[in-house]
């Protein structure tokens, strides 16, 4: 038998705050042009030519000689480290610097190159080759919440005091694997996807890279305030509809963070009718019937599958930042009882909680608040 | 931070399996047959159609000593692997251009095998899996440890999963109990300590966490992970 004996003090070292920023995504080259147009409603989502509608980076910057998805990666990290003021190739030298990169398929397109097909295997190595990283690297995968679920690993390396800064990139790339994995699962929308809507027909895919570079200590930057994880241990790709998983998740993350306020939700958005009911029930369990308004940015630059939660992450520093709430693209008119932002508005006082949920019933919660 | 105790090991490969309960063998007559999962689970639905990672996965989770109840909601699930799910992969890429699979496309997913463990056995902590070359068994020891240690989760099934596709490399599983909580036998103190960045080098795979359980004294192990040396050491055992 094994009977718990409680709780004692979770950790020992300093909060993680996000100093620096950096993505590439379908609404943008960059952080500050993706942020601009997702307050201005733009959807980055357009038809691909083959009858789906997908989230597409800007221009393709994988096409190249050696390894141009790496290097795309490594240059998208290398402007968030540059973005908190650090020198990239010191930083990344440093063998204090850890690397946590997220993804669900890595090169997936590797999987149709001759002689030993991978996707997955030597991802990390070839993105640490990129980068010149020296330090403690892991590339970790929580089915859609991996993106989030790199920013818990990055506040365990600060906090445990294994690293001192961390750099956290979430990248997923569109490709046919995906584009038909998802239409044979019934799971793509015909149009453009509609997070949280009543017509809400299923989720558009996107692809980006997202990279956050993490200090420890206090200062200027958005505080890791809690994070939470759960799993749903019922259904493999459809999420438990009670959303008990991922209230779980969310309660374990703001118990973490202490008192305070939730001033909005980063709302995972899959706009598949499930997830997005499952949340609603999820964000009720936990707040009771008039939840904090919710944004979620998936009808603007698609799901992103394993960068996704490092992206809204993103958004959601850049909303502290600003004070101010992005509307949620795609969404007109929902019933599902929550407060889903139509246009830009003010930021209520508070926290921005983040979550994703993934196939196998992954569960990331996290709690993020400016520090000043 | 917490203290951390290593409760138990199990291994599974193509012969033979090893835990708490002894060892026994199949597939003595040489087949590659894997582990059927009902063995354990009997419930499970349609274990025919799950891949080969989850499989053995909950075949080797089956043989762990049963979680109480109340420890199930903190209990959290890290594996790590290098081969992934790439036998999956390689299987749905096969049927694109004929009839893809629904079935086969959820499982394109390197945290099946430890979802379908979670699943099995009702638990609803952190779940992980952590995919890389070098010593990917080892990096989700760590990680498990990280999470118990730190008070966000109590208990933590990690381990490592090589279920490469058909390369003439034979298919196993370790998995390790972590607890952070008291326990009955106590398991052994185990600590991992970060020494520092390391040079590329040739890793280390969780198997030889096996064989230190049969030493009575204190074990300790310098593995390297992608860029970085840890120690991973375990206490006496007690008396």
Not at chain 1, 47 to 60: C, E, F, I, R, S
Not at chain 1, 80 to 94: H, S, V, Y
Not at chain 1, 101 to 115: F, M, N, Q, S
Not at chain 2, 47 to 71: H, I, Q
Request: with cysteine; charged share 20%.
């Amino acid at each position: 038998m094994l009977p718990a004996i409680g709780r004692e003090d979770r950790l020992v070292g300093e909060d993680p705050r996000i100093t620096g920023m950096a993505a590439c995504c379908a609404l943008g080259g960059d952080a500050r042009t993706a942020w601009r147009n997702l307050l201005a409603g733009t959807t980055g989502l357009r038809p691909d030519g083959t009858g789906t509608v997908t989230g597409a980076m800007p221009h393709p910057p994988w096409e190249g000689e050696g390894d141009p998805w790496a290097a795309c990666i490594a240059g998208v990290a290398r402007e968030a480290i540059g973005d908190a003021g650090e020198d990239p190739a010191r930083a990344l030298a440093d063998p204090a610097t850890g690397l946590v990169v997220a993804t669900t398929k890595g090169d997936i397109e590797g999987l149709r190159r001759p002689g030993r097909p991978d996707s997955l295997g030597p991802f990390l190595r070839r993105v640490r080759r990129a980068l010149g990283h020296q330090g403690p690297a892991e590339l970790v995968s929580a089915a859609c919440a991996s993106g989030s679920a790199a920013l818990v690993r990055a506040d365990r390396l600060v906090r445990g005091r294994v690293c001192r800064r961390v750099l956290v990139i979430g990248a997923d790339r569109l490709d046919p694997f995906l584009v038909e994995g998802f239409r044979c699962l019934g799971a793509m929308a015909p149009g453009p996807c509609r997070p949280y809507d009543d017509e809400r027909e299923g989720l558009s895919l996107g692809e980006a890279v997202a990279a956050l570079w993490i200090e420890g200590g206090s200062g200027p930057g958005v505080r890791l305030a809690g994070t939470g994880q759960s799993q749903d241990a019922a259904g493999m790709v459809r999420p438990d509809p009670s959303g008990g998983g991922l209230a779980l998740a969310i309660r374990r993350a703001l118990a973490e963070a202490g008192g305070g306020a939730t001033g909005a939700i980063c709302g995972h958005g899959t706009a598949t009718e499930a997830n997005d009911a499952m949340e609603a029930e999820a964000f009720r369990a936990v707040f009771g019937t008039s939840p904090p308004p919710v944004f979620g940015i998936k009808g603007a630059t698609g799901h992103t599958l394993g960068a996704c939660g490092t992206l809204e992450a993103l958004v959601s520093a850049i909303a502290l930042r600003e004070g101010l709430l992005p509307p949620t693209a795609g969404h007109r008119a929902g019933s599902l009882g929550l407060d889903v932002t139509l246009s830009p508005r003010a930021l209520p006082e508070g926290r921005i909680l983040s979550v994703n949920s993934g196939f196998g019933g992954l569960n990331v919660a996290l709690v993020l608040e400016a520090s000043r | 931070m917490r203290e951390v105790r290593l409760a138990s090991t199990v291994m599974v490969d193509l012969r033979d399996r090893s835990g708490p309960g002894g060892t026994c063998r199949w597939n003595e007559d040489g087949t590659r047959a894997a582990p059927d999962p009902r063995e354990f689970f009997p419930d499970l639905d349609r274990p025919a159609r799950m891949d080969l990672p989850s499989r053995f996965v909950l075949a080797a989770g089956g043989l762990l000593p049963p979680l109480p109840e109340a420890l199930r909601d903190a209990t959290g699930v890290v594996l790590g692997t290098a081969t992934g799910c790439l036998a999956v992969d390689r299987d749905f890429a096969a049927t694109l251009a004929l009839r893809p699979q629904p079935s086969l496309y959820a499982r394109t997913l390197p945290t099946t095998a430890g979802a379908e463990l979670s699943r099995a056995l009702g638990l609803r902590g952190p779940g992980l899996a952590v995919v890389q070359e070098t010593s990917p068994g080892y990096q989700a020891l760590v990680a498990a440890w990280q999470e118990a240690a730190s008070g966000a989760c109590d208990a933590v099934i990690c381990g490592e999963y090589h279920v490469p596709p058909a390369d003439g490399t034979a298919p196993w599983v370790v998995l390790a109990l972590l607890v952070a909580v008291s326990c009955d036998p106590p398991g052994r103190l185990l600590e991992c300590r970060y020494l520092g960045a390391g040079d590329p080098g040739p890793g280390a795979d969780l198997r030889d966490l096996l064989g230190s359980l049969g030493e009575r004294g204190p074990w300790q192990r310098e593995v390297l992970l992608e860029g970085g040396r840890w120690r991973v050491s375990l206490a006496a055992v007690s008396e």
